[in-house]
């Protein structure tokens, strides 16, 4: 006996649905995942915020700056609070996949390997965008900051600064997963490869707070870097989610 193919109402034959493997919907489909279970949760933005402001108040009871003297130390201040900030959302960028098997359905599915790392990428962007915003308010009312050059260039700064610890953090929060202590081996891979990062970071911050100078060198190292270190952790992630 013949199987017939089900009629739609309009007379067409009814298709299964389609399964979307392509690169922008995964992304947008990882990334509204992540985005929605933060919000209902909060704790990747809950632990930054705690930890990063515990940073900003013991710095302030440690030093009592003048205003040029807080324009000199402001960029090694507010990139260590991110810097170690950023370290605590970046541990649990993959623990919600160990859940339930998740991260094994995402091996054996079609879907393609980048897109589930960008979209982890660009949601933890979000997240420490978020603190980063929410806290430098409070330096500058600690440490009476005031910044002599073009204060607007302080945006390309920490955008492409802040990618630079996010494209890294991401990738190694991978491949520290399935170790005993990913908390601690996450700072260990993370913190000396980011060291130019970091500098160009720092002394692209200070510069625009003192006005000696222009930024553009440390925008352009830290740009450099981006591209390069985004291009190596593309190319190399699917390899690290099939490992065993």
Not at 74 to 92: P, Y
Request: include cysteine.
């Amino acid at each position: 006996m013949n199987a017939t193919p089900v009629s739609a109402p309009s007379g067409k034959t009814a298709q299964p649905p389609a399964i979307t493997t392509g690169l922008l919907p995964v992304l947008r489909s990882s990334l509204a995942k992540d985005l929605r279970l933060e919000w209902r949760s909060k704790d990747a933005i809950n632990a930054m915020l705690f930890f990063a402001l515990l940073v900003v108040v013991i710095f302030s009871f440690a030093f009592d700056p003048t205003a040029e003297e807080s324009r000199n130390i402001a960029g090694g201040l507010i990139w260590v609070a991110f810097l170690f900030a950023a370290i605590v959302a970046l541990n649990q960028t993959w623990t919600r996949e160990l859940r339930n098997q998740v991260l094994d359905a995402y091996r054996i599915s079609p879907a393609p390997a980048n897109a589930l790392f960008l979209g982890k990428a660009i949601g933890n962007m979000i997240f420490i965008g978020i603190v980063e915003a929410l806290l430098l308010p409070l330096f500058v009312v600690f440490y009476n900051l005031r910044s002599v050059g073009p204060a607007w260039q302080l945006i390309p700064v920490f955008l492409l600064g802040t990618w630079a610890l996010v494209v890294n953090g991401t990738f190694f929060a991978a491949i520290s997963l399935r170790t005993r202590s990913r908390e601690v081996m996450l700072p260990l891979l993370l913190l000396p490869i980011s060291i130019p990062a970091v500098l160009a970071m720092v002394e692209g911050t200070t510069v625009i707070l003192t006005g000696d100078g222009s930024p553009r060198m440390w925008l352009n190292l830290l740009l450099v870097y981006d591209l390069v270190f985004t291009t190596v952790c593309l190319l190399l992630f699917e390899t690290i989610l099939h490992a065993e």
